[in-house]
DNA sequence: TTATATTATCGTACATCTACGATAAACGAT
DNA sequence: ATCGTTTATCGTAGATGTACGATAATATAA
């Protein structure tokens, strides 16, 4: 019998890969990431994500309890910030558990400073 | 008769406002700087404007000549930027100098933390 | 199998974004 | 006053974003 193990594989992003990534393509990558930022609703899913321990991990239903918007419209807020690469999400039985990608921000942050100070 | 006195005045954001911001107005203002920088040729726009030294201020022809796009096109990227919070321009004669806001990167990064550690 | 719970997707209706050419507006120069 | 330069705005067209209710899909529970 399956209990409440709401398992997220610890997905992460190396920030040491942009050593080796051109200008253009931080550009891309900086405006795609600013994009899943570019609403209020979106920068709460983070801030929760951010904010849960892990052995705690988010499911859908959690953030859908969270906000002011229908279910159909937070799940159409998380399908942005996965495809810009924010989040990812596991299928958990008949809910699905989503994380924040470790170390995200601080990719963000440094695609922010390499993008304008380049 | 005039010379070529690219002049904008300084216009900076003052990152301690930040200390008496609540966290809703933070979330805000975080995704409407974040619309800003939601395309590759704002991007380019801001890391052209923070490049240029302040005694060789910007003026829009410069931006035009360096983006692959429309004069139209530039001038409405340029709009969105002003409105979203991060460039201010001033007329100079029939051109117009576009200057970023002082310290208005370092304002980002900060609302990022906030918005999403807080 | 059937029912229940959870989440994604569909269909719809507006709004906003993106890009361009054409035009207007503002100013300096002649 | 007229011309040329520079930039904003308009009009248009197509793409994308936002929000909702309804429905489908998936897995557990009974």
């Known amino acids: 019998m399956k209990v409440d193990n709401r398992t997220c594989k610890p997905l992460s992003i190396d920030i040491r890969v942009l050593g080796k990534t051109d200008t253009e393509t931080c550009k891309r990558m900086l405006s795609e990431l600013s994009k899943g930022l570019a609403h209020p609703a979106r920068v709460e ?3 929760i994500l951010n904010h849960t321990p892990l052995e705690e991990r988010c ?3 959690d953030i859908v309890g969270a906000l002011p918007l229908a279910q159909s419209s937070v799940s159409q807020h998380l399908k942005v910030l996965k495809e810009t ?17 470790g170390g995200i ?3 963000y942050m440094e695609l922010v400073r390499r993008s304008t100070q380049e």
């Open 45 to 47: 899913i983070i801030r």
């Open 59 to 61: 499911i859908c239903g």
């Open 85 to 101: 690469g924010w989040i990812h999400g596991e299928i958990d039985g008949p809910r699905v558990c989503y994380c924040i990608v």
């Open 105 to 107: 921000i601080e990719y």
